[in-house]
């Protein structure tokens, strides 16, 4: 692992914290959204399956980013 000099690391450790927010943002909002197919006259199945495969995209962004932990 290539060591940063601290200023690099201290940017890279801010735009790291800014992309989980925005990801954690962006999740929220699409849960929202999905949850409002139904009620809209929207395929109910679909709206369900459209759920599972969040579910299964916030897993692997989970995995992509679990090396954020401070360890850079």
């Known amino acids: 692992m290539t060591q940063l000099p601290p200023a690099d690391l ?5 735009e790291q914290a800014q992309l989980l927010d925005d990801l954690s943002e962006a999740t929220h909002r699409l849960e929202k959204l999905i949850q ?3 009620p809209l006259g ?3 199945v679909l709206a369900m399956e459209a ?4 579910e299964e ?3 692997w962004i989970d995995k992509a980013t679990e090396s954020f932990d401070g360890s850079i």
């Open 42 to 44: 929207g395929n109910r």
């Open 57 to 59: 995209a916030k897993m």
């Open 36 to 38: 409002r197919i139904p």
């Open 51 to 54: 759920t599972k495969r969040f």
């Open 10 to 14: 201290g940017v890279r450790q801010n």
